[in-house]
């Protein structure tokens, strides 16, 4: 191991072995290991303990409305695709309890979450979801009320992120220039190779973590397998979407018969705001006891998708399938770059492989541009 | 679904909060819905000191005479002295909510519906003149006025509670309408249609179980009946894709929420085609 520690922006490359000791060293600095693991029948995000939770071996095939977990026929440690749900729900969990109110006679009391927020190492972080994380962040921390509890989830974590050479068929990061090489935000970015791991250091932190494990400077040779490995992702993305003109496209198009075409096929299950990294929408409900004396207040997740989302005094502003769909796919697409200066969509195509009957949002734009 | 703000807190004056009397009824059931409300064993006592149990044969044999504040009605009308008796807890009850998917959509006895009554009882009675029964298991909402409907088969303990504590503060309960996904997504189940190619009817299902059986790696059974706004021809559409013939369609969407009507018209549908 040589004294000097790597540069922020520089390259090192460690053996596969010592991927344990970057989990170690992380394990010691009280972080939690969130990673890759194999599920049931995915490739599940979830607490781990080492390397050998990991899905070594394994990978998956995914499609519209299909996923399927798949051996492969090497020893590859993060040989997948993406999980089914993003890193959203530990960052930003589906049911959260923001307080508890009790009666004190004429007033209640207030008893705010006071737990800390959890310290995550989140490991195998792809570009599309890095990407989804900034797009959150903009979402949950910039203007006058950012979210505490998110806030504080996203600054305890250490991202060690994974450039993606296994993109899926649902797959279109490079459409929406999230990948599949990982952007800024990482601790430390993997690039997985036969042999070794080349890491880019990506913020002091790594750098401290780097310090601690067998390291040596990355070769040239290894260099140019990653670019190789990440030039060759970006041709083998599954999907494809022509953002050209995207905004204007769908705002003129509002009335375009497809969207009734999409509504005959769509459930308004909600799979898809669910699963995508980006969605952010909530609700707040009460939870009371039987004597009226205490009641704990609990944020949930939302959807755009459910009736009672778009229920406003007087009636329902979006009663029809149609009218719902149209407000999700326009709002990612279109209405998100007004609200937030950016798309709200990183082409990560987990809408498309987990809607139950494969409703592909590329496809979507595409027939609604191929009959303007 | 009907709901009021007729609640028995408003009726009894907002401020000292009496004790509405509660009255729990049975039709053609099998009892699990009103067992549901002893089964809220932590929260029993805080219910008893809420609310005064006036009827619940289930519980006690100490029955008091109505009217009642309110009436959980459990089962479908299948038998003309059901007819009757459904008219008259009607008249006694404040408030009369219909709980689990026999009151709510006529439940698994409904199945008798399709066919012959008398077919039927030729089937099961070796003396089918002692029986008299209706033509059809029907919900209760097809004979009085209901409130409030609570779904599930059975119902979930926490969503009648909710109902009750709505009840006492006078305001509507808020029970969620959207599909059983939302459960799944939110405890982190992996989609069992997408990832093995189960048929799941959990997409058209109300949510309320918290996705018991997709965390168990099976289909959902549409226990809590069809969700708000359910695109079931959609869903058909997609059971076709994964090789699931006529028939087998047609026994997914009729179960104990079967003769609902989103849920009757898609069985139907399929029927007329099957082999």
Redesign the interface.
Known sequence: MPDLTPNIGAFASIAKEDLARVFQVLQEMGYTLLGPTLGETAIVYDEIEGVDDLPIGWGDEQEAATYRLRPRNDTAYFGYTLAPQSWKRFLYPPVQKLLTLTVQGETFEIDGNAEPAPRYALIGVRACELRAMAIQDRVFLSGHFPVPDYRARRQRAFVLAVNCTEPGNTCFCASMGAGPRVGPGFDLALTELEEIFVVEVGSELGRQVLSQTPWRPAGAFELQNVRRALAEAEQHMGRHLDTSDLPDLLYQNLEHRHWDQVAQRCLSCTNCTQVCPTCFCSDVLDQPDLTGQRTDRLRVWDSCFSLAFSHVHGGNIRPHTRSRYRQWLTHKLASWIDQFGSSGCVGCGRCITWCPVGIDLTAEVAAIRAEV | MNATETGAAKANGAGA?ARPRLAVFKFASCDGCQLSLLDAED?LL??T??VEIAYFVEASRHADPGPYDIALVEGSISTPEQLRQIKEVRRQARVLIAIGACATAGGIQALRNWQKVDDTIRMVYAHPEYIETLDTSSPISDHVQVDFELRGCPINKHQL?EV??AL??GRLP?L????V??EC????V????????IA?M???TQAGCGAICPAY?RGCYGCYGPM????G???G??FE?LGLDAPDIVRLFRSFNGYADPFRLISDKYEEVAP
């Open positions: 909060r929260e805080a219910v000191d809420a509670l009750i504590i006492l503060v808020r969620p309408t959207y599909s996904c939302v997504k939110r405890r982190g992996t989609c069992v249609m997408v990832a093995q190619g799941c959990g997409p058209v790696a708000e706004a359910p695109n021809p959609a869903l559409h997609q894709q």
